[in-house]
């Protein structure tokens, strides 16, 4: 089971390619407050419902000092596909050897229907403006989770 993080933990640092091919780090946001969430693959049902949850709540996270930043295991081709299908306005990035996911403590061990496989943990982070997890968040529900979300950052 990889390592969790917690509130207070430095984010481990990336550099990874976006839908477009481009690098993007999370030095990148440094001085500003980022949610980084972490989901098993671009066009399923779920991670369909996710991403479409932070694209229709992007402008009120983003006016509250919040840019947000999804990952997965995905190339980056299939992102861009992802990205055109469902008019996704925020950056998604490849973690194609789950490097980053690892770090994250969000790939590992996980209950699939009763049985346990490895995989993407579904997981949700805040990074403050500072580069620490002020909000640490596993195993989360694809449906409601980013309502959930700004209840919790009182967006």
């Known amino acids: 089971m990889s390592n969790r993080l917690a509130e207070g933990d430095a984010a481990p ?8 091919g481009n690098e993007v780090s999370l030095s990148d ?3 500003k407050h980022v949610v980084v969430y972490f989901y ?15 694209r229709d709540n992007l402008a009120e996270l983003n006016d509250a000092g919040f840019a947000v930043v999804g990952i997965s295991p ?12 469902e008019g996704l306005t925020f950056p998604l990035l490849s973690d194609t050897s789950r490097e980053v996911l690892t770090a994250w403590g969000a790939f590992g061990e996980k209950q699939n229907y009763g049985r346990t ?6 997981s949700t982070f805040v990074v403050d403006p500072d580069g620490k997890i002020e909000k640490a968040m596993y195993n989360v529900r694809a449906t409601g989770h980013v309502a959930k979300l700004r209840r919790d950052l009182k967006v």
């Open 29 to 31: 946001f440094r001085g």
């Open 13 to 20: 640092d990336f550099r990874l390619p976006d839908a477009d």
């Open 40 to 54: 098993p693959a671009a066009g399923t049902p779920g991670c369909t419902k996710q991403a479409c949850d932070f």
């Open 74 to 85: 995905d190339k980056p081709e299939k992102l861009a596909k992802f990205v055109a299908d």
């Open 117 to 122: 496989v490895m995989g993407v943990i579904r």
